[in-house]
């Protein structure tokens, strides 16, 4: 489970790094001119985004399970989903933005459930996000057409679909609101019309969201959090 988790990180790593060199290299970074050399001094920005992530359960097994003599462990698996939204983005002082980025993501979180028989049962958990990142952007010195930064902060999650009770009780639910705390870092290039940021965000959910219904797949489970990596891709 580590190691899928970790080649998933690597792979958004490695597709922020190509699309950060193919567009630096685009434009002959060394020798050319100064694409919208006012654009940071405008006071609102508006912009799009698409999004790619990976995610993952974090779980604690609960009482229940260490006293259960079927149930031999709880896997969660990577899961990729893709988002889309808007950002806003306001000028708090030369170094400073506070950044709005509400979206739309997609998701399917699983988890094995394997059983000393050597059956595995697998519960997938799909639902679309209304979301709602508030970030503090921390932003270097402006090397031509090229800036660093950093963001922070904390995001709010609504499931939009409109759940509706599920007959179905034995299966792994989870709640249809969640907390976040976000940070993350990217490279602002400027082109000559637009400003193309890619970013790389962690996610790291604060809420138990298991819900309390009580079957073989919840009852195992005391906590159950969500952790993502996104990769942004900005046009402003």
């Known amino acids: 489970m580590r190691s899928s988790r970790i080649r998933n990180i690597l792979r958004l790593l490695v597709i922020f790094l190509v699309l950060t060199n193919i567009a630096m290299d685009s434009w002959g970074q060394a020798n050319e001119e100064v694409h919208l050399p006012a654009y940071d001094e405008r006071p609102i920005h508006y912009g799009f985004l698409v999004a790619l992530h990976s995610s993952i359960y974090k779980l604690n097994y609960s009482e229940t399970f ?37 979206t739309v993501g997609f998701y399917e979180l699983k988890v094995d459930y394997n059983f000393v028989n050597s059956e595995t049962i697998e519960q997938a958990v799909s639902s679309t996000n209304v979301e709602i990142p508030l970030l ?7 090397r031509k057409n090229l800036r660093m930064f950093l963001v922070g902060g904390v995001k709010a999650t609504l499931e939009a679909s409109g759940r509706k009770d599920d007959e179905e009780v034995d299966k792994l639910r989870s709640k249809n609101s969640n907390l976040f705390i976000e940070f993350g870092f990217g490279l602002d290039i400027y082109y000559p019309l637009f400003k193309f940021s890619p970013e790389i965000r962690f996610s790291r959910g604060l809420i138990n969201v298991l819900t309390e219904d009580e079957n073989r797949f919840t009852s195992s489970i005391d906590r159950l959090a969500v952790n993502t990596i996104t990769l942004l891709l900005v046009v402003q």
């Open 66 to 102: 260490l006293d259960s003599l079927n149930l031999h462990s709880i896997m969660p698996k990577n899961s990729a989903g893709f988002s889309l939204g808007f950002v806003g983005n306001l000028r708090l002082g030369k170094y400073f933005d506070f950044r709005v980025t509400p």
């Open 136 to 142: 503090l952007k921390y932003k270097s010195e402006r």
